[in-house]
C-alpha cells in the first residue's frame, strides 16, 4: 500500500503541473494549432485525461461511467487499436468542447483514480498508472513547446510567463572529453521506470573518442551563420539542402534579424541572443551542417550514453548520428500500450538527455527521445565529438 500512496501522490502532483503549465494561458489560446506538429493546449488536457479513462478506468474500474461518449474519438491521439480519431491536424477546429468542459472532464477522471486506487492494489494497475504519469510527462513538454509555438508564431510575440530560464549560460569552458576505446553496456538495467524502447540492455564496441563537456552555444552558432553555412550547399546532406532552400531557412526556429542584430523570441518576449547559452531549436539538419562545417560529427547514442557521466546535461535535447531503431530482443508489449514507441522505429532520428522543459523525475541517461529530421520547436541542441 506505500507504493501504491508513493504513486497516487506522484499522479497528483503531476496532473496539478500540466495545469499549472496552462495557468498563464488566455482563453483564446487553447484552441491555436498554427502547424500538424503543434496541438493546442486545450487538446493536451483532454488527451491526457482521456489516455487514465482509456486504459484504467474502462477496464479496471467497476460500473465506471465516461464522462463523454464523444471524448474517446477527440481525444485519442494515434491508437490505431482503439478506434477512430480527429485528424492531427484538424485538433485546432476543435472549438468545442469547451475549455470549461474539458477541466471538468480532467477533475471527474483524476477523482476516479484516486478513489479507485486508493481501494485497490494490484500490481498491474501500478505499472499502467506509472506509465499514464509518464506519459502526461512526456507531454506536459509538449504542452510547453506547443504553447511557445503558438505564442511565437502571434505577430505580437507576447510573453507566456518568467517562470522558465530557458537560456542559461554555460557555468564551464569546454573541455574535451577522452573516451576510450572498448565494449560498454547499453540501455536501462535497474527495477526503475524507463519505456520499452530502452528495454534489452547489451553491449556495444565503440573506438576511442573525444566528446565536448559542453554544448555548442548561441555564439559559436552565431559564427556559422555569418560565414554562409546556411549558403554552402557542401555542409548539408541532400534532404537537409532542399529543406533548406524549400523553406528559405537562415537560422534557428524562433531568431529574428532586427535591423541588423540577431534576437530571438522567448517565453519572456522578444530577447537579444545570450551568446554564451547554447543554441537551442535546431533541426537535426542543422546541428549534422553545423559539425561539418567545424570539422567535426556528433555522437552516436552510443557514445552519448558512454560519456554521459563525464559531462553535465538537460539543458538541451541533443541530437544524434543515431537513426531510432530497436535493441536486440525488443519486443512490442501486447495490445494498445504496444503503439507507444515501437511503430515510430523509421525514419527518426534518436535525441538524448533532455531539456528545460524536461518535468522533474522524467529523465535519465537511457532516455530515447526520437524526432524526424526536420523537426525543433522542441529544445533541440548539439553537442561535438572528434
Known amino acids: 500500500m506505500i507504493l501504491t500512496q508513493t504513486l497516487l501522490d506522484f499522479f497528483k502532483e503531476s496532473r496539478k503541473h500540466t495545469e499549472n503549465i496552462s495557468a498563464p494561458l488566455e482563453i483564446e489560446d487553447y484552441v491555436v494549432q498554427p502547424m500538424a506538429d503543434v496541438s493546442p493546449p486545450k487538446w493536451h488536457l483532454g488527451h ?20 463523454d461518449v464523444d471524448f474517446s474519438f477527440v481525444f485519442n491521439s494515434y491508437y490505431e487499436s482503439v478506434g477512430k480519431r480527429v ?17 471538468e472532464y480532467r477533475n471527474y477522471v483524476t477523482m476516479a483514480i484516486q478513489n479507485l486506487f486508493e481501494s485497490t492494489v494490484d500490481h498491474e494497475l501500478e505499472s499502467l498508472l506509472e506509465i499514464g504519469i509518464h506519459h502526461e510527462k512526456q507531454h506536459q513538454e509538449l504542452l510547453l513547446t506547443d504553447i511557445k509555438y503558438i505564442l511565437g508564431n502571434n505577430p505580437l510575440l507576447p510573453k507566456y510567463a518568467n517562470t522558465y530560464k530557458e537560456h542559461p549560460n554555460e557555468s564551464t569552458s569546454c573541455e574535451w572529453i577522452e573516451i576510450e576505446e572498448g565494449i560498454y553496456d547499453i540501455g536501462h538495467n535497474s527495477e526503475s521506470f524507463c519505456y520499452d524502447n530502452e528495454l534489452g540492455q547489451h553491449k556495444v564496441y565503440l573506438h576511442a573518442y573525444q566528446i565536448s563537456s559542453t554544448l555548442v552555444t548561441n555564439g559559436e552558432y ?39 542584430s540577431w534576437q530571438y523570441y522567448t517565453l519572456k518576449g522578444l530577447r537579444h541572443i545570450e551568446p554564451n547559452a547554447p543554441v537551442t531549436h535546431l533541426s537535426y539538419y542543422e546541428a549534422f551542417a553545423f559539425a561539418q562545417w567545424k570539422g567535426m560529427r556528433l555522437p552516436t547514442e552510443f557514445e552519448w550514453e558512454a560519456a554521459q557521466e563525464h ?26 500500450l504496444g503503439e507507444y514507441n515501437g511503430k515510430f522505429m523509421v525514419n527518426q532520428k534518436v535525441l538524448r538527455g533532455g531539456s528545460i522543459a ?20 522542441q529544445y533541440t541542441g548539439l553537442r561535438l565529438v572528434k
Not at 489516455?51 to 460500473?63: N, P, Q, S, T
Not at 524536461?358 to 520547436?377: A, D, I, L, Q
Open 48 to 67: 491526457t485525461t482521456w489516455f487514465f479513462e482509456e486504459f484504467i478506468l474502462k477496464k479496471h474500474k467497476r460500473d465506471y461511467q465516461v464522462f
Open 311 to 336: 559531462f553535465s546535461w538537460g539543458q538541451r535535447w541533443e541530437w544524434t548520428e543515431s537513426a531510432y531503431l530497436p535493441y536486440p530482443n525488443y519486443t512490442k508489449a501486447a495490445g494498445a
Open 87 to 103: 485528424v492531427r491536424s484538424d485538433r485546432g477546429n476543435l472549438s468545442r468542447p469547451s475549455v470549461q468542459k474539458v477541466y
Open 358 to 377: 524536461t518535468p522533474n523525475k522524467h529523465t535519465r541517461p537511457t532516455y530515447r527521445n526520437f524526432f524526424p529530421p526536420s523537426v525543433r520547436w
Open 222 to 260: 552565431l559564427e556559422f551563420i555569418n560565414t554562409g553555412g546556411y549558403r554552402h550547399f557542401g555542409y548539408w546532406h541532400a534532404d537537409g539542402w532542399e529543406w533548406v532552400n524549400t523553406n528559405q531557412i537562415i537560422a534557428p526556429q524562433y531568431w529574428h534579424l532586427i535591423d541588423g
